[in-house]
């Protein structure tokens, strides 16, 4: 069984710069996670889809970050304009179903350098 | 909001040693708590999780793990260290679908 995929592997941008990172789930998965991992910490909660709608964004930056999952499979997540802190692993992850019950699968995730 | 500590940025552990990382957790109730472990430049792999039932949770790779209520703890062990084993753990817990990871300890293990 194919894993989560992403690419790029990594990117470095400039401030002010725009980005966007693609992830593809594990096949049959319907819920869809995107994490932001600042060096040092434990990844954050971005967004989460349930098929091709959004069931949690509450910390997502939406000043600057945009995601989409269209057609429920494959999702992008968007910066833009980049900003210094924004210098982090951006995670994405898959589950068959939203609940905690249902073990999270990661990517190898995208890390991005803004300078 | 539940929060998790991992109190651990880094331990250092010869290989064949048993190894204890410590979580306490904050939340009202028991949530569901998790440990994950985190290779350079990979995705998170889980290792274990508690839901409910028996406190001692046995996971991948040999390791496991107490769940003590009465700590808020949720230790994570291993009898025998393995070089292969050195890499980032993360404890997690969840409630009402919020996942929420500690800071993470970093793992070295010496020859």
């Known amino acids: 069984e194919a894993g989560v995929a992403q690419s790029p592997r990594y990117k470095i941008i400039e401030k002010r710069q725009s980005v966007a990172f693609w992830c593809n789930p594990i096949?049959?998965?319907?819920?869809l996670y995107w994490y932001q991992q600042i060096l040092g910490q434990g990844p954050k909660l971005l967004i989460q889809?349930?098929?091709?709608?959004?069931?949690?964004d509450s910390q997502l930056p939406k000043d600057r970050f945009s995601a989409e999952r269209l057609k429920g499979v494959d999702s992008t997540l968007k910066i833009q304009p980049a900003k210094l802190e924004d210098s982090a692993v951006y995670l994405c992850?898959?589950?068959?179903?939203?609940?905690?019950?249902?073990?999270?699968?990661f990517g190898p995730g995208t890390r991005l350098t803004v300078l | 909001a539940q929060s998790v500590t991992q109190p651990d940025i880094h331990i250092t552990v010869s290989e064949g040693a048993s190894l204890e990382l410590r979580c306490n957790y904050s939340?009202?109730?028991?949530?569901?708590l998790f440990w994950y472990v985190q290779s350079p430049g990979q995705g998170l792999q889980l290792l274990l999780k508690?839901?409910?039932?028996?406190?001692l949770v046995q996971g991948i790779k040999g390791f496991e793990a107490e769940f003590k209520r009465s700590q808020s703890s949720f230790n994570l062990r291993k009898p025998s260290v393995h070089w292969s084993d050195a890499a980032e753990y993360f404890c997690?817990?969840?409630?009402?679908?919020?996942?929420?990871f500690g800071a993470g300890t970093r793992l070295t293990v010496k020859p």
């Open positions: 992850a898959s589950s068959l179903e939203p609940s905690p019950y249902n073990e999270q699968f």
């Open positions: 096949s049959g998965h319907a819920t």
């Open positions: 889809f349930q098929n091709n709608g959004v069931v949690d």
């Open positions: 939340y009202g109730a028991t949530p569901y």
């Open positions: 508690y839901f409910s039932g028996d406190t």
């Open positions: 997690a817990v969840a409630a009402d679908n919020d996942m929420r």
